[in-house]
């Protein structure tokens, strides 16, 4: 079984300072992990995903995630937040590629105050 | 390249109606999943198709069904429409030797009164 938890519900950050979002997990496979964001009323962007090449992963929009193994975590950050950053992110593991199912974490609130 | 594309974007039914929700996969994809999204909470799967067959199911009742089409596309069924039913529908489209990695479309919003 596999499951993830994000380990804050909300966060709030002024622009330009960085970002930085919680997950653990677990799984009884060499997972897959991805972060993904979600605007206001729209559907889910993938911002990033971890196989196994590389332990830290660069994403999109300057976002950027790092895989220890040893702690279970993936934690998601950005050295300095943009007012578009504002949105829902969600932490998520399969069962490596031929997985199909995705296990969502319940989501971390960013709010980027001016 | 086409994205992933449901329709409708907002429905609204009665309890005991049926559903049916439709979603067109990325080009180059062959796989679907479906997810249910409730109000503050995160996507939860309901299941995937792939080569017009199930592929995997989640913890949801008979009464959520679907099919896949020869050119990908899907649908989603859902009988006998209960309060608890209401929220956003997520499609996703992936390869199936990469079908971990899913690009999902905007969403249906279903209400049920």
């Known amino acids: 079984a596999q499951s993830v938890t994000q380990l804050d519900s909300h966060v709030s950050v002024s622009e330009g300072t960085p970002v930085l979002l919680r997950c653990n997990y677990s799984s009884s496979y060499s997972p897959s992990l991805f972060w993904y964001v979600q605007h206001p009323n729209k559907g889910l962007q993938l911002l990033l995903k971890y196989t196994s090449a590389a332990t830290l992963v660069k994403g999109i929009n300057g976002f950027e995630a790092e895989f220890k193994k040893s702690e279970t975590s993936f934690h998601l950050t950005k050295p300095s937040a943009h007012m578009s950053d504002a949105a829902e992110y969600f932490c998520?593991?399969?069962?490596?590629?031929?997985?199909?199912?995705?296990?969502f974490g319940g989501g971390t609130r960013v709010l980027v105050k001016p | 390249e086409t994205g992933v594309t449901q329709s409708p974007t907002h429905l609204i039914k009665t309890r005991g109606q049926q559903v049916t929700l439709r979603c067109s996969s990325q080009s180059g994809h062959n796989t679907v999943s479906w997810y249910q999204q409730a109000l503050g909470q995160g996507p939860q799967f309901i299941f995937q198709?792939?080569?017009?067959?199930?592929?995997g199911r989640g913890n949801f009742p008979p009464r959520f069904s679907g099919l896949q089409f020869p050119n990908y596309s899907s649908e989603l069924n859902v009988n006998a429409l209960e309060l608890d039913d209401s929220a956003l529908y997520l499609c996703?489209?992936?390869?199936?030797?990469?079908?971990?990695?899913?690009?999902f479309g905007p969403g249906t919003r279903l209400t049920v009164l």
């Open positions: 998520v593991v399969s069962e490596g590629a031929a997985g199909n199912k995705l296990t």
């Open positions: 198709y792939y080569r017009e067959e199930e592929n």
């Open positions: 996703a489209s992936s390869s199936w030797w990469a079908s971990d990695t899913q690009y």
